[in-house]
């Protein structure tokens, strides 16, 4: 059973940093393009940053220069530094891993970041 588990959600002040990290539970991790994504209420969900198997690095556009993605294949871990937050950046992250084979993709459930003073 595939399992995606995030952390490091929380409150933080604008300008302030979170670092997010997902820990999946998958045969062939180095198979899989990581993502996290992030939705607010009554938005949809968009793409934050992904990361591919061989570590080209993709980010929308309002978070390039401030967050950064990253893999670690032997623990099977994906990464989210987020640095100078606001308050537009408040949303539930969700972590992603896409089968570069096939592209069939699993979820986890998801980490609430809160920017705010």
């Known amino acids: 059973q595939v399992q995606l588990m995030e952390s490091g959600g929380g409150l933080v002040q604008p300008g302030g940093s979170l670092r997010l990290s997902c820990v999946v539970s998958?045969?062939?991790?180095?198979?899989?393009?990581m993502g996290w994504y992030r939705q607010a209420p009554g938005k949809q969900r968009d793409l934050v940053a992904a990361i591919t198997s061989g570590d080209s690095t993709n980010y929308g556009d309002s978070v390039k220069g401030r967050f950064t993605i990253s893999r670690d294949n032997a623990k099977k871990t994906v990464y989210l530094q987020m640095n100078s937050l606001k308050p537009e950046d408040t949303a539930v992250y969700y972590c992603?891993?896409?089968?570069?084979?096939?592209?069939?993709?699993?979820w986890g459930q998801g980490t609430q970041v809160t920017v705010s003073s």
């Open positions: 992603n891993a896409k089968f570069l084979l096939t592209g069939r993709d699993y």
């Open positions: 998958i045969s062939g991790f180095s198979l899989y393009t």
